[in-house]
């Protein structure tokens, strides 16, 4: 079987075909076939490099791999120095790493891996680089202690608990860990480790009488300990405020000469946006901590598209934040400026290769889509290792938020008919923008989605529940791979048919959200990770053939009488947009015409608390009319 000897192991040629194996879309690999290396020959199996006939490099990236890789998949190839699945959608555990003893450079960033970072890893004495950023893991971090590390990168996972103050894990700043809700530390700048033990050790009054004398006597051992760990993380605050206090002041002087010089060579587009200013509203208390970006910050600018908003750098930087949800390109942070406005900080991820200019072109033309129903892109930073947009807050959260949040609690506030009314309409004004604003040179490319991905997620609503759409345009920086496998349109019939998206593919887009509007059901498109959606489309159509009349619409809604028939139009529209065929659904502006012209409730039954009573005039006849002709 071995025939290293000869340049070829077979347990090494074996690891690799299972790997293949395991990833559900074997064709970008269909170059691994035969023999595998040979000497010191450069191999054809792609991403696959060799020394004297062994495995040392496996570097799979972006290449939208999907799967779950099994935990010993490593164990054969002894000889790998360098591994990279950067940027697929893998998913499970991480691999055992303990017989991967040459290895140097780890880059899993990107994935979906779970569970908890494995400990096999310390057992690595020549690592120089691990990055797991972008994944789903957590639990706690292993305390790494290699002085090889030089690059080091767990952001935006699930991990917790306190980072280990090993000399490996101190070289690195804040940026290395962001975006871990539960991790604490001296690095952030609330010392969350310490306020939770000494919340959950100090007993309040109240638990007094609770407890039994041995707990007593333990909380008066800890009660100097835990005095101690105040001081101490109390000298900790007061030196992270100094040293922010003189770095913002040094960032001032650095941005005063940079901006001056970026005013000639940006040319920043200064005619105003047509939202008007908001006083954000902090609707939940959150655990602070630093935005902590100053690493990459102070090497990018941070670049202002209009005069609605604009502070200086160090404002950004001393801002709090709270991080909003992991997306599928990106995670968005609520930044809180210290006496100033709260924005949205978007990290993101998974972009096409596009030059310097490229990236700022498309950046400004997403910029330029201006209108009140659509989320407005306020600015942008822009380094080589680290781009992010900044986007105006919607206090009222996202319309997936209003359909399903707090359903059958005695939280939930009803979600009434007019007001669903008024999202389709904001909803179908920011499209309609969209299809008719997408420049020509865009137009005349077979395969432009304007939106690209439309569901409730994107749609938000501001301080007055006004329809903010955002995420629009996207697919412009996206890189295709990834696009096509997150992307709501990428999930059309014509995509899955054809391999062929239009605008047509955003009305389909529409089409279901109208259908989560009107039936209440999470669909398949705008159900976060871990939670079942259904196919919306698929279920109106058996529904309506069916005759399950009473069941289409959500309770909340069906008991307005006086909006039935509203509700059977919009089923209409929305079943015309759903169409299989692009060709038979309508275009948008015809879609606007139609959704301006549903009739809302009468007034008092959005205020009153109804009976839940199906109407009569819901008949099957009139549900028949919504059958679409196919
Ligand atoms: N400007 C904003 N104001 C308020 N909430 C926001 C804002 N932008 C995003 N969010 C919320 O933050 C969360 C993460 O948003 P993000 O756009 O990154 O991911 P997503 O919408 O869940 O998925 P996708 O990446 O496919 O768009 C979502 O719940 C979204 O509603």
């Known amino acids: 079987q071995d025939g290293s000897a000869n340049g070829f192991d077979g347990a090494e040629r074996e690891a690799l075909v299972t ?23 450069t191999p054809s199996w792609f991403g696959i490099s060799c020394i004297n006939g062994r495995v040392t490099g496996l570097r799979l990236e972006n290449l939208g791999l999907i799967g779950k890789l099994k935990p010993d998949a490593l164990v054969n190839l002894t000889q790998l120095q360098t591994l990279s699945f950067k940027n697929n959608s893998i998913s499970g555990n991480l691999m055992d790493f303990s017989k991967n003893k040459n290895l140097k450079d780890i880059n899993l960033s990107g994935n979906r891996f779970d569970g908890e970072i494995s400990p096999s890893l310390l057992t690595l004495n020549l690592l120089e680089s691990l990055q797991v950023q972008n994944n789903n893991l957590n639990g706690p971090i292993p305390g790494f202690n290699q002085s090889t590390l030089k690059v080091f990168n767990v952001s935006d996972n699930n991990l917790s608990g306190e980072i280990p103050n090993t000399t490996a894990l101190q070289k690195f700043g804040t940026s290395s860990y962001l975006g871990n809700q539960d991790l604490c530390g001296p690095l952030f700048s609330i010392t969350t480790c310490t306020i939770k033990n000494s919340d959950t050790s100090t007993p309040g009054p109240s638990d007094d009488s609770h407890n039994d004398s041995s707990n007593n006597s333990k909380s008066s051992m800890w009660t100097p300990i835990l005095i101690v760990i105040n001081v101490v993380g109390m000298v900790v605050l007061l030196f992270l405020f100094i040293y922010y206090f003189k770095k913002s002041k040094k960032l001032k002087k650095m941005l005063t000469n940079k901006n001056m010089k970026l005013m000639e ?4 587009e200064t005619s105003k946006m047509e939202t008007t200013t908001t006083t954000p509203t902090e609707t939940r208390s959150v655990e602070s901590r630093s935005v902590g970006l100053e690493v990459e910050l102070e090497k990018g600018k941070l670049i202002f598209l209009g005069s609605e908003i604009n502070f200086e750098l160090d404002h950004l930087l001393r801002a709090s934040a709270e991080g909003l949800g992991k997306g599928n390109f990106g995670n968005c942070y609520k930044a809180m400026l210290v006496d100033g406005p709260t924005v949205v900080v978007k990290r993101l991820r998974d972009l096409k290769p596009l030059t310097n200019e490229e990236f700022v072109r498309q950046v400004r033309a997403i910029a330029d889509q201006k209108h009140p129903n659509l989320l407005p892109l306020l600015g942008y930073y822009n380094t080589k290792d680290e781009k992010l947009f900044l986007l105006k807050f919607a206090p009222n959260g996202s319309l997936y938020n209003r359909i399903h949040g707090g359903k059958g609690t005695r939280d939930r506030i009803p979600f009434r008919w007019s007001s669903r009314l008024s999202v389709a309409r904001g909803v179908a004004r920011a499209l309609e923008h969209l299809h008719l604003n997408c420049s020509s040179s865009q137009a005349a490319a077979a395969a432009v989605v304007p939106h690209g991905n439309l569901k409730s997620s994107n749609v938000l609503l501001d301080e007055n529940d006004d329809v903010r759409v955002a995420d629009y345009g996207l697919t412009s920086l996206i890189a295709l791979p990834i696009a096509t ?3 709501v349109s990428y999930r059309s019939p014509e995509y899955l ?6 605008k047509k593919s ?10 989560e509007l009107l039936t209440g059901r999470i669909s398949s498109h705008s159900a976060p990770p871990g939670v079942t959606g259904a196919d919306l489309c698929s279920w109106v159509h058996r529904a309506v053939r069916e005759e399950w009349t009473a069941e289409i619409f959500d309770t909340e809604i069906a008991v307005q009488r006086s909006a039935n028939s509203g509700m059977l139009r ?7 947009c759903c169409d299989k065929s692009p060709e038979k659904r309508p275009e948008m502006s015809e879609v606007v015409r139609e959704v301006e012209s549903v009739k809302g409730a009468v007034d008092s039954e959005d205020e009153e608390d109804l009976s839940l009573s199906m109407d009569q005039s819901m008949t099957d006849d009139s549900i028949a009319t919504a059958t679409p002709s196919r």
Not at 27 to 38: A, N, P, Q
Not at 506 to 515: R, V
């Open 485 to 487: 496998q997150r992307m």
């Open 497 to 502: 048919g054809f391999k062929k998206v239009s």
């Open 19 to 41: 790997i293949k194996a395991d990833f559900n879309n074997p064709k970008v690999l269909k170059s691994w076939t035969g023999l595998m290396c040979y000497l010191n020959n």
């Open 265 to 268: 060579v940006e040319k920043i």
């Open 570 to 576: 919009l089923l209409q529209i929305a079943i015309r």
């Open 506 to 515: 955003d009305i389909w887009s529409f089409g279901c959200l109208l259908l």
